[in-house]
Structure formats: C-alpha cells, structure tokens
C-alpha cells in the first residue's frame, strides 16, 4: 500500500481504496473509489462517450516520499491521477492525455463511497464529512464554479470545461482533515492561510452623489467631480482622516464603446482634469465596470448575447472577455486607475451556439476561467489593482433580494482567492417593519453578511458597501441618516475596508469629529491585527447581534438591537478565575459617550436602546495568581513590592494547620506598610480565631513580615493588582 504523510496525518492510496488518517486522533475515513475519474466527451458523430476510470487498464505506478501516480490507459487515452501531500492538506491531480484533439464537455474527479456522514457542498462549497457535531474532513475541488455534489454516502465532484484538448489538466481536488471536531472552522482556518493579507483600505465612493438612473438626476459630470473632490479634501483635511481612494462608479462612459472612452457629454475634455485632481489631493483614482456590458449599449455584438434577455455578453465567449481585458488595461495606462469596481457579472449563459453547456452551472466554468485569467492579466499589468466585485458573483442573482430561506449557499469561498471583496448586496431595507428606514437598511446589510459567512466566505473577504449618503433615489433620500450607524457597522463588519459614499455636503463639524474618532477605531483595530468574529444572534429572525473585532486580550464589540424595546445584551469572556474585564460604552446610538470604564467578570451587561446600537470597548487583564507559599522561621523577615497592588492578602499555618489567632497575626509575628503598623480589615478579635489577614493598599509601596516566634510558620500569599 502507498502511503503519504502530510502535516496532519497520512493518505494511504491504492487504485480502489482511499483512508485518510488524522494523526492526533487516530480517525480515519475510507473512500471505495468506483472510478478514478469518468471522462465525458463528444464524438464526431455528435454523441456523448462515456469513459470511465474504472474500465480503463493501470499501466503504471509510481510513488515517492510525498507523492503516489497512478497512470491508466485506454485505446489512445492516458490519464495520470497523482496524490500529493501539500501541508496540511492532500492534492489530487488528473492529467489527460489525447492521441487526437478531443472535446471534453465533463469530467468527474471524485466518484467514491465514503464510510462518513456527507453534508454541505453544491456550487463552489466544500463536501465536509462527519454529522456536524464531530467532523472530520473537508474535500471538494476548489474552483468557484465547481460542482461538488453528493447523494447519500456517495461523492460526485464535476468540472465542465467544454473546451478541445490533446492535454487536459483538471482541476485540483483537495482533502483536509482536523481534530477539533470543528471543521468549519479548519476550513476557513486553512483558506485563511492561503490568502494574501489585504491592506486596510479607506475609499470614497461617488455613488449618491449622483443618479444616473433616474430621470431626474442629478448627473455624473466633470464639474460635479472637480467640486466634489475639493469637498473630499476639505473634509479630510477636517478630520485628519485621509481617503485612500476616489472610486467614481458608473455612467462615466461613452455608449457603445466598451468602457473605453468617457462619455463626450458630460466629460468633453476627457476625465484627466480629475484624475490629476485625485492624485493633487493624495488619492488614487479608480472606476466603475460592468464586465458583461449590459449598460454599455452596445451594438453589433450580438452573437455574443447570452439569450438571459438582459443585454448581457457571454464571458465565456473569448471575445468578450478581451473586450472588457483590454478595457480595463487601456483605463490603467491612461487614467493610473489603481481600483476596479466590477458590477453585474452573468457567468452564465443560454446561447446553444457558443459551444459551452446551457445548464445554468456547467455554463459558468468557462467564464470564471475567462474571468480569472482576466484578473491575473489586470494584476500583472498594475500589481497595485484592487478588485471590488459587486452584484453576479453569487451562486444565483436570487440571493441579492430578500433575506429568505433558500437551498445551498449564496456564494463561493473560493472566490477570496482571486479578489479582493465580494459584495454582500446593495443597502435595501430588511424583512422587518420599523419606522427607522435607515436602521433598517443596516439589518438588511447583516443579514446578508451572515448568509455570506454561513457560505465560508471570510469575513475579512466582505464588502458590506459601506456608509452611503445623499438626497438621490439609490439612498432612499435619507441624507445623512445612515451616517453614524452605518459608519460603525462598516468598521466592525470586520472587511478592513472604511467606505463612504455619496454627497458628504450635509456633514457638519460634528459629524466630522464623529468620523475621526471612528476612524481612530478602524486606525488602531487594523494596527493591532484584530480579527472580525459574529457574535450571537441572527437578525434574519430578528434577534439582537453583534461584531467583535479583537485580539486575545482587547477589542471592540458592537451590538445592534432591531427589536422595539431596550434590551440588555450580555458579552461573554471566558477570563477564569484569574482574569477580569474591563469594560465600557463608547458609542451609543451615533452620540459619542466614552462612560467610565467598570470592572466586570466573564460577562459584560451592554445596555441597547430600540432599534439602536452600542459600541463598547472592551480589554481583559490578569487579577492575580494563585496564593504562593513560603516558610517563616524566627528572625526571618519578608518583603513585598506592592506599588501595582490594590490589595494584600496573607494565610498563616503550622504543621499543617491552620493557625487561627484573635486577631489573625500569628504570635511573634509583625506586619508593617512603608515602615508603619499595617492595619488589617480585621478590628476586633474574633472569639473562634482566624487564619488570614487582609490589607487594602492605596499608594503604598512595599509590604513587611518581620517573625520572632519558636516554631516555624507557613505562609500563603496573594497580591491583587491593580486595574
């Protein structure tokens, strides 16, 4: 048997027979493999030919320290599956091999039994394998659009190329195991930990200051953009908090030109007086896409329509994806742009005659593929570029709508690997009535960033939109009302992307200082390496929740109340017994109120108004160690530091018991503060004895045990810091 180890345990591998072992604890899962792979491919003569792993001839084995090949042929096929160990996971590769060119509709790279509970999976999610209380492993191949399905105990994992080949490459299979019985989180552990680390952004979006898709306006035009950008400076130079981006979004193309040149009518001496107005006031400029140019008005491309009766281009059609590349790098050369926001992508298509499957998942492959090696162009070009993808880049366009029960999973993990965010839905109020529009608008934000995390997409990975105003139809006329909440929540949402759209105009100097404290939030949080995390509550049934952005000892946590009373909304920290919290509300409903830090244990009570919210900064810190011990003999004297203490506390036996005294001061014995008679808590004498003494500090410095008794005496000693 071939055996590879990995950092978690090992991958014994024969043709039929797969285990794979958790070193910690022992577990395995068994794979009976039906087929290696099952090839589909379309014959001349028009027909589908199945060819499965199962009835082709091993011809070849081969295996090293890290690695085991199995190599089948059949006819003038030959396919070599090869497993390796890759950290701490296991990577299985298949290779195909043609004597002619040959059209590959599918492929099946997973078709075993396993002895595990399966549940998960779908499109671009990971297969775990376990009951949900005690899982094991994760698997899947991992690609956005990849089909990894199953029916009972059985694994079916499908990629759809529809392309010719003499050498296909399929996509990578990969298993990981853990032992915490908790492999939601090994996952997203382990995606994490591919992922490069994104810079913490602050960008200006104009989005709102401007509605193009109203009759009314007001429109996008070069004279709003230089005013506007002189808004953004004075407001940065107000608050001292500087925008990294100017992010202008859409309608600033010509029509019929594939966002290749600006529109002649409202920029008619092109966009450069803005772009170097952006790069004066120390931000870099970026732009709006929509990649299947649906709002681009095109003509003459209509073989290219995807038949979605939405004006949409194929992306899997080569010449789309070229028109929107080349789009793309003529804006990066001419205009610098640093920062694409993509809207609106339809991965899928229905035109029978582009060569690709019409099925709505098989159609995707081919455009994601498009779309990746897009990416990777854009970024080789401008290694700066970040990626903002917006509305399409979900399983289905159902999920950016209402927040209701649905089958699967509103987006892919695997995603994070190719942008930089993935939006979470543009700001819509939520399935909950209430007078408060703009709160409102906020749950419904939430409750699309949890479907997004119950998706296994990071959180760090999610653009939330951020914190719109403006008097335009896309904010619901709501001005400023979204400005503090929103503000808030874009921090602690965890995206380490600060964004504020629209029309700052309405801000006053209050709500300047507002955003430069915010700021200095989001500032220290991203300095410090804290980490989002969702805490209890969904509001998708309308239950009070929250955010955390920490680390192990400090954070901020925020809780967010939909319901139409006060509620008090309990913060939970597993300190022990030598740990406490220190606590305190500074926000509450947008008013800045920084109240007195207080003292708490394992739970901190946060006060929540209506419909309203509270921000509290939070650290824990260590109240002491457990007593230490040390004998005293006669004429021994002992000393304590106690500058940092706020109290003392002293217990007292001899041979072994307890030594009880009136007064708790074992005969002989002597205890002096800074040179003085310490004054214990004890006053009066206590007719049964005691064992200990107790002595509240305030500035004082050092603790004296000075001991002139005969017999030896134990002492235990415990200083309470300060907090």
Known sequence: ??????????????????????????????????????????????????????????????????????????????????????????????????????????????????????????????????????????????????????????????????????????????????????????????????????????????WGLHDDLSAEGPFLTEEMSLKNVEKISEFMKETGARFDYYLMDAYWFEKNAPYTSFSRSSFPRGNAAVVKAVENAGMKFGLWFDINCIHAGMTGYEELDTALGNKSLCFSCKRTAELMTQAILKQIRECGIKMIKLDFAYFECKNPDHGHSTDTLESKERSVRNFIEMISVLKKAEPELKVLCYNGWTTSLDWLGSIKKRAGYAVSPYWAEYVDFIYCGDPRPAEIASGNTAASLVWYTDSMIRCFAESALPLTRIDDHGTMLGGTTTIYHLGKALFREGTVLNVMRGGGKLFLYGDISGLDGADAEYWKFVNGIFDHACENGFYPELLRGDIRIGEPYGYSLRSEKEGYSVIVNPLKKDVVYTLSFPCGNYAKTIAAAIIKDGEIIEREEKVFGD???????????????????????????????????????????????????????????????????????????AVSTIERPVWSGVSWLHYDLSENTAVTLEYGGEDAVTVKYHAEEKL
């Open 1 to 206: 048997m071939n055996e590879i180890k990995n950092e978690t345990g090992c991958l014994y591998a024969e043709r039929d027979m797969l285990v794979f072992r958790e070193r910690v604890t022992g577990k395995a899962v068994f794979f009976s493999v039906t087929d290696p792979f099952v090839l589909y491919v379309e014959e001349s003569d028009g027909y589908t030919r199945v060819l499965r792993g199962g009835e082709f001839s091993l011809v070849g084995e081969k295996s090293d320290e890290n690695s085991v090949e199995f190599i089948y042929a059949q006819g003038d096929t030959e396919a070599a599956v090869r497993f390796s160990a890759l950290g701490r996971v296991f990577v299985k590769n298949v290779t195909f091999r043609f004597g002619r060119q040959t059209f590959v509709k599918r492929v099946c790279l997973e078709n075993s039994s396993v002895n595990a509970a399966v549940r998960r999976g779908g499109e671009g999610q990971p297969v775990f394998l376990g009951d949900g209380k005690d899982d094991f492993m994760w698997c899947g191949i991992e690609f956005p659009a990849a089909q990894n399905g199953y029916e009972g105990s059985s694994l079916c994992f499908t990629q759809s190329p529809f392309e010719k080949y003499t050498e296909f490459r399929a996509l990578p299979v990969v298993y990981g195991m853990g032992c915490s019985g908790d492999i939601f989180n090994e996952f997203t552990d382990y995606l994490n930990g591919k992922l490069p680390r994104v810079k913490p952004l602050k960008i200006y979006c104009d």
């Open 603 to 677: 739970a901190v009570p946060v006060n929540v108004s209506a419909e309203g919210f509270t921000l509290v900064k939070w650290k824990i810190v260590p109240c002491g160690a457990p007593f230490l011990k040390t004998t005293l003999i006669k004429g021994e004297k002992l000393s304590f530091n106690v500058k940092a203490a706020q109290y003392i506390e002293f217990a007292f036996t001899k041979n072994g018991s307890p030594e009880r005294t009136p007064f708790g001061l074992p005969e002989g014995m002597t205890v002096s503060i800074d040179g003085k008679p």
